[in-house]
């Protein structure tokens, strides 16, 4: 079975610092992997996905993430915060056949001026 | 850029009242989901659609939920009766390809 394990509920950082938000899943097939950026009272809105290519996936809005197996990790980063980055983050697993995706249970960040 | 469509974006009902949300999914793609998402979880797969065929709705309450994608293009999804643990965040989305596209979603609140 899939499994979705975002680590730390809230991440506060100040406009400018480095954005480090954690993700590790479980997944018995070669796994596909996404972070979803949430704005309140919205959709989930795709941010960059790893699906078995390169496994550093650059994304909009200047985040990326690194897909590392051995460590089962597809941490999610940006350089610099900007105060619009404040939102919730999710990562998801999702198999490769039925397309069935498992979503953490989110990260909200906060950007201080 | 095509978009997820759905309707109503707010439904305020009281409980043991009948509530439908809308989807309309984006042209051209065969799969869609329905999500429920409680205030500060992630999503919750509630059914999901292959055309106009359930392929999985072994989350979905059968005693007060149903959904149904009659043409295999747009999609309703019915609570009837509702209960105050029904509020929530609705989300549709479909999918081409690898990747979900998520709608703006339908905020239930049930009093």
């Known amino acids: 079975a899939q499994s979705v394990t975002q680590l730390g509920s809230h991440v506060s950082v100040s406009e400018g610092a480095l954005v480090l938000l954690r993700c590790n899943y479980s997944?018995?097939?070669?796994?596909?992997l996404f972070w979803y950026v949430q704005y309140p009272n919205q959709g989930l809105q795709l941010l960059l996905k790893?699906?078995?290519?390169?496994?550093l996936v650059k994304g909009i809005n200047g985040f990326e993430a690194e897909f590392k197996k051995s460590e089962t990790s597809f941490h999610l980063t940006k350089p610099s915060a900007h105060m619009s980055d404040a939102a919730e983050y999710f990562c998801?697993?999702?198999?490769?056949?039925?397309?069935?995706?498992?979503f953490g249970a989110g990260t909200r960040l906060f950007v201080k001026a | 850029e095509a978009e997820v469509a759905q309707s109503p974006r707010y439904k305020i009902t009281e409980k043991s009242q009948a509530v439908a949300f809308w989807c309309d999914p984006i042209?051209?793609?065969?799969?869609l989901y329905w999500y429920r998402q409680i205030l500060g979880q992630g999503p919750e797969l509630l059914v999901q659609?292959?055309?106009?065929?359930?392929?999985?709705d072994s989350q979905l309450p059968k005693d007060r939920f149903s959904a149904e994608r009659l043409k295999g293009v747009d999609s309703t999804l019915k609570i009837q009766p509702a209960e105050l643990g029904d509020s929530a965040m609705y989300l549709c989305?479909?999918?081409?390809?690898?990747?979900?596209?998520f709608g703006p979603g339908t905020r239930l609140t049930v009093l």
């Open positions: 989305a479909s999918r081409n390809r690898d990747t979900q596209y």
């Open positions: 997944s018995s097939v070669p796994p596909y």
């Open positions: 790893y699906t078995s290519a390169a496994t």
């Open positions: 998801a697993v999702s198999d490769s056949e039925g397309f069935k995706t498992i």
């Open positions: 042209s051209g793609h065969a799969t």
């Open positions: 659609f292959q055309d106009e065929s359930v392929v999985d």
